[in-house]
């Protein structure tokens, strides 16, 4: 199994341009989120999805916008980039949303706006 | 807002001798702790957890002690490897369902010397 798997693993963009991550899981999970990480600092959640289907709000979705029109793909959208969103881009996904339940974690996405 | 923040941004140790890296929560409603191990390049890597009704939890050279009095969290690495060079990040979860929504703290280095 490849588990989470993130493209790109890097990207270069310009202030306003547009952009979507990739983000892809071969293990059935139904959740899946989005967290970004900036230098020195934990992951912050931007969006989740519980399902197909189904997605909501993290702590900082601000900028962004996800689908999630099958359980194995959740792509994240940046619309007009700025460069408070350069980032490492973390996807990860889990099985059920049970308290105890892992999180699985993809290699992350290195963007930056400039 | 509730925070998990760590003591110490970096700790370098002699290989082979024991690590202790702490972790200080503020939320004293989660009832939920994670140690996440970072290597350079890496997604995070699930290490070990802890419930709140637990007070010590062993793995594999890793133990988690938590202390619900003064909400304070600790990783101890036994005979500390190369390997174990990375960053470490405890997270925190309050309450069950709503995804598995973690918050985390700003991490800590650990460099083994050898």
């Known amino acids: 199994n490849a588990g989470v798997t993130q493209t790109p693993k890097f990207r270069i963009l310009k202030i306003g341009q547009s952009m979507t991550l990739q983000c892809t899981q071969d293990?059935?999970?139904?959740?899946m989120y989005w967290y970004r990480q900036d230098p020195g600092m934990g992951l912050k959640l931007i969006y989740y999805s519980v399902g197909a289907g189904i997605t909501d709000k993290g702590e900082v979705p601000n900028g962004y916008n996800v689908s999630r029109s099958t359980t194995e793909d959740f792509p994240l959208r940046l619309e007009l980039a700025a460069p408070s969103q350069t980032s490492v881009y973390f996807c990860?996904?889990?099985?059920?949303?049970?308290?105890?339940?892992?999180?699985?974690f993809g290699s992350g996405t290195q963007l930056s706006v400039l | 807002g509730e925070s998990v923040g760590l003591h110490l941004p970096t700790l370098s140790v002699q290989e082979g001798d024991n690590s202790i890296i702490n972790c200080a929560y503020s939320?004293?409603?989660?009832?939920?702790f994670i140690w996440y191990k970072q290597e350079s390049g890496k997604g995070p890597q699930f290490i070990i957890d802890?419930?709140?009704?637990?007070d010590k939890r062993q793995g594999q050279r890793v133990t988690v002690l938590l202390n619900k009095t003064v909400k304070h969290l600790s990783l101890q690495i036994a005979a500390t490897q190369p390997g174990d060079s990375a960053v470490y990040f405890c997270a925190e979860k309050e309450g069950a369902g709503g995804g598995n929504k973690l918050t985390f703290g700003t991490g800590t280095q650990l460099k083994v010397e050898l």
């Open positions: 939320n004293s409603a989660s009832d939920y």
């Open positions: 802890i419930r709140s009704n637990m």
């Open positions: 293990m059935n999970h139904n959740y």
């Open positions: 990860a996904s889990s099985r059920t949303g049970s308290t105890n339940e892992k999180l699985f």
